[in-house]
């Protein structure tokens, strides 16, 4: 086995050729106890999908809806309502009005938006690029809300800090920027609704209609989701579209057809995000004692579901409750910047290694060979 071998599911998440290991760790059992990260691994694709439709595995562990770090802050307040935090009524009816706001969007009008802000965006250099991967979602999800163009690049830059109150790997004083960021985002969007100046027909505007029809009645759950739809595109896109650029690299014949038949983008997506996901994992914690063909995981567990290692008929966007809803957006996104910057990404020298990161696979690209 190699010197670099990935030692467990939290380091091939940044490693650059962790597949093997993960195909390894699905050929084993579905649930197993990992004796040094001292949590249960979930793996294959019968371990992820049996955790994540287990009603007793739950996305916190029981008596801390709020990590301690975050209790009382801004980012404690936001991270309380979000419905990726939250099960039970709290999570069931706020994701019903996401589903439904989200299903409603105009794909095709999106992805025509996003290919036209991506081409006046087109990366020139692998620093440009690494912004881009981050800015361009983030731009074309706050048109979709509403936001005026001057407020963009202020609430990309502001929901990047706040993501890292999410990441374990934060130090203290990328913690402070987050709250920082949490109470502006919290400001723009509070701004945005109070002063109804959301555009009709906006992403914003069909969230607060849903709302009110579907009875969700709490405004400040309501803002901190519109916060939530800003933070989940955030690095997950961007790892979607850096991955698909390290697939052009790596795989010549890719860009030749994509030119010729440019109706296939979205399928090359789909592929990317089945070989080489930009979510590896997810946690759940046993709120009971939970069994899953005779092995038995006690109450108050940590289970690290491998999302990675659910093999190639995932699509890397999660299952169960907690699926992402946000997949057709993403894809409209990335579809449009990935069109609007092949031809100008196929000459440029890029190297690249990976973010640091517990569970996203996002690339960081840097001058260098061709590849
Ligand atoms: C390529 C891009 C994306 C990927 C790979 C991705 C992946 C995921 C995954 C794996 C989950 C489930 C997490 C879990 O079960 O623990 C999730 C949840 C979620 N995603 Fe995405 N996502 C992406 C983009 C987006 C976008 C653009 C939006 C918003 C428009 C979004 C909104 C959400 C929300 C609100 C949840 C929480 C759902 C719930 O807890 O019920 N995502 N995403």
């Known amino acids: ?4 071998y990935p030692a ?11 597949y093997d290991y993960y195909r390894r760790l699905a050929e084993g059992p579905p649930l197993r106890f990992d004796a040094a990260l001292d949590c249960w ?16 595995c739950r996305v916190r562990p029981a008596g801390l809806a709020v990590p301690h770090n975050l209790a009382g802050t801004p980012c404690g ?10 099960e039970g009524e709290r999570h069931a009816v706020p994701k019903q009005v996401l589903a439904h706001a989200l299903g409603q969007v105009d794909l095709a009008r999106l992805q025509g938006r996003a290919m036209h802000l991506a081409g006046d965006r087109v990366p020139d250099s692998a620093a440009q690029l690494n912004d881009a991967m981050f800015e361009l979602p983030l731009f074309a999800m706050a048109d979709l809300l509403g936001f005026a163009p001057a407020q963009w690049p202020a609430l990309a830059a502001w929901t990047r800090a706040f993501v890292a109150c999410l990441s374990p790997l934060s130090n203290a004083e990328q913690l402070a920027g987050a709250q920082v960021a949490a109470d502006a985002l919290l400001q723009s969007f509070s701004r945005l609704l109070r002063e109804g100046d959301a555009r009709p027909g906006s992403l914003l505007a069909k969230v607060v209609a849903e709302a009110d029809a579907l009875g969700w009645r709490a405004s400040g759950g309501v803002l901190a989701n519109l916060v939530g739809l800003l933070s989940q595109t955030c690095d997950a896109t961007a790892g979607l579209l850096g991955n698909a650029v390290v697939a052009l690299r790596t795989q010549a014949d890719l860009l030749p057809q994509l030119r010729a038949a440019p109706q296939l983008w979205p399928a090359m997506l789909r592929k990317v995000g089945r070989h080489d996901p930009a979510i590896h994992n997810t946690r759940r914690y046993t709120e009971e004692d939970v069994e899953f063909n005779g092995v038995r995981v006690p109450a108050g567990q940590m289970i690290v579901v491998v999302l990675a290692s659910a093999g190639r008929a995932e699509s890397g966007f999660g299952h169960g409750r907690h699926v992402c809803p946000g997949q057709a957006i993403a894809h409209a996104i990335a579809t449009a ?5 092949a031809d100008g990404l196929e000459d440029m020298p890029l190297a690249w290694s990976y973010l640091p990161s517990l569970n996203a696979r996002i690339p960081v690209f840097g001058p260098g060979e061709m590849k």
């Open 41 to 56: 691994l979930a793996t294959g694709a019968a371990g992820v999908r049996a955790v994540l439709e287990h009603p007793a």
């Open 1 to 4: 086995m190699p010197l670099d």
């Open 337 to 341: 910047c990935l069109q609007a910057w």
């Open 77 to 86: 307040a936001i991270f309380a309502e979000l419905v990726r935090m939250n």
């Open 8 to 18: 467990d599911p939290f380091f091939a998440v940044t490693h650059a050729a962790p």
